[in-house]
């Protein structure tokens, strides 16, 4: 089944304790991307990847790190986590030039205390 | 510019027609998207329409274009309870980023 998985689903966690929010997808997509959802402000884009060892800035990037070591991988990366970070997140992954179909992770809930 | 905006929450009545507006300011994308999003699920992609139509219609829905207003809007006819969701409409200002408005609530009252 082709599809995007993220781990954890939930996480509560304390300001400034490193963590990391896994996604990998099965489809053997080039482009991976990473997205926040907030209260009225919908999907905001963090950082995206066209390849393996290529990624790049979105609308929202401070305070995140991604890493692309292997193309079905895309990790999330929060060095030190602050409560502004306290989000919805969203993976997502499709093949390039392709932007008409955008798979979607389960999303993960992130509290930062 | 990537700013997207349709209107927050929208109350219909079972059986009624739903429609969700949404407006647009970057005109070189070359698909619209609207995404559904249950209760505490990720996000589906509902439809999406490419840039040089006026209008796509799959079963219930109805997704109409009007590109010199940059305005799309997404009809559900015969809308069920299972309609209940938030709704996102989304352009494409490069082929590689969605840009999102804020989600408009459906909430469907028997």
């Known amino acids: 089944e082709a599809q995007v998985t993220q781990n954890p689903r939930y996480l509560i966690t304390v300001t400034g304790k490193k963590l990391t929010v896994t996604c990998s997808q099965n489809m053997n997509h080039e482009y991976m991307s990473w997205y926040r959802q907030d209260p009225g402000l919908g999907l905001r884009q963090i950082y995206y990847?066209?390849?393996?060892?290529?990624?790049d800035k979105g609308d929202v990037p401070e305070g995140y790190k991604v890493s692309r070591k292997e193309k079905r991988n895309f990790p999330l990366i929060l060095e030190s986590p602050s409560p502004n970070q306290t989000s919805l997140y969203f993976c997502a992954s499709s093949s390039v030039g392709s932007a008409d179909t955008q798979y979607f992770g389960p999303g993960t809930r992130l509290t930062v205390l | 510019g990537e700013d997207v905006e349709q209107s927050l929450f929208l109350s219909v009545r079972e059986g009624d027609s739903s429609v969700i507006n949404c407006t647009y300011t970057d005109s070189s994308s070359t698909y619209l998207y609207w995404y559904k999003q249950e209760p505490g699920a990720g996000l589906q992609l509902l439809t999406y329409?490419?840039?040089?139509?006026d209008m796509k219609q799959d079963q219930r829905l109805t997704v109409l274009l009007n590109k010199k207003d940059k305005h799309l809007s997404l009809r559900i006819a015969d809308t069920q309870t299972g309609d209940s969701a938030i709704y996102f409409c989304a352009e494409t200002p490069n082929d590689y980023k969605l840009s999102f408005g804020a989600g408009t609530t459906v909430t469907v009252r028997a």
């Open positions: 329409i490419f840039s040089n139509m």
């Open positions: 990847s066209m390849n393996v060892e290529v990624t």
